[in-house]
């Protein structure tokens, strides 16, 4: 119980005081991500997979931005799964010159094909990750999404869906 306390405490500090940074105030970012896709817990479904998505976001603080983010993910087996993502997430980034460290939350729509069988659900994931700025206008970087699937009871899918992707992106000023 200490250990949650100190952590919501730490990051409610870290959103009280306010920050000189302004790595995505007024500015779009687009990025393409691929990586690693799994669902650790299953039996009954393919365990490891191949994530492509596309993120487009933009800052509304100094340090505060939202993204939206577009995914496939493929688990290759005799019956193989495909699963498409689309979702929102809230981000917050603690500028420390040119490493960025992230760290946001969102909820996504999922659309899973198996077997010619279409099904839909939500999720809600937490996002962590880190950006290294090459210079202005360019960033690569990397991104850990978990995902819980809320809506897992009546689903095929496992309720934890895990994310790793290497990501580039490019910076375009807003004003």
């Given at each position: 119980m200490r250990c949650l306390v100190g952590i919501f405490g730490s990051l409610a500090l870290l959103?009280?005081?306010?920050?000189?940074?302004?790595?995505?105030?007024?500015?779009?970012?687009?990025?393409?991500?691929?990586?690693y896709a799994g669902i650790p817990r299953t039996d009954t479904l393919p365990r490891n997979g191949v994530d492509v998505g596309l993120i487009a976001g933009g800052g509304f603080g100094d340090a505060w931005s939202i993204q939206g983010l577009l995914s496939y993910n493929i688990f290759p087996d005799e019956r193989r799964l495909h699963l498409g993502m689309a979702g929102l997430e809230t981000v917050y980034a603690l500028d420390i010159v040119r490493f960025v460290p992230l760290i946001g939350f969102g909820i996504d729509g999922l659309l899973t094909v198996r077997d010619r069988r279409t099904r839909g659900d939500f999720a809600l994931h937490v996002l962590l990750g880190v950006d290294?700025?090459?210079?202005?206008?360019?960033?690569?970087?990397?991104?850990?999404?978990?995902?819980?699937?809320?809506?897992?009871?009546?689903?095929?899918?496992?309720?934890f869906i895990l994310t790793a992707s290497a990501r580039v992106g490019v910076r375009f000023d807003l004003h």
């Amino acid at each position: 119980m200490r250990c949650l306390v100190g952590i919501f405490g730490s990051l409610a500090l870290l959103l009280a005081v306010p920050s000189m940074a302004s790595a995505y105030e007024d500015q779009a970012t687009l990025g393409l991500e691929v990586g690693y896709a799994g669902i650790p817990r299953t039996d009954t479904l393919p365990r490891n997979g191949v994530d492509v998505g596309l993120i487009a976001g933009g800052g509304f603080g100094d340090a505060w931005s939202i993204q939206g983010l577009l995914s496939y993910n493929i688990f290759p087996d005799e019956r193989r799964l495909h699963l498409g993502m689309a979702g929102l997430e809230t981000v917050y980034a603690l500028d420390i010159v040119r490493f960025v460290p992230l760290i946001g939350f969102g909820i996504d729509g999922l659309l899973t094909v198996r077997d010619r069988r279409t099904r839909g659900d939500f999720a809600l994931h937490v996002l962590l990750g880190v950006d290294y700025l090459i210079n202005q206008r360019w960033l690569v970087g990397v991104d850990v999404r978990g995902y819980w699937v809320a809506t897992n009871a009546a689903s095929p899918l496992d309720p934890f869906i895990l994310t790793a992707s290497a990501r580039v992106g490019v910076r375009f000023d807003l004003h």
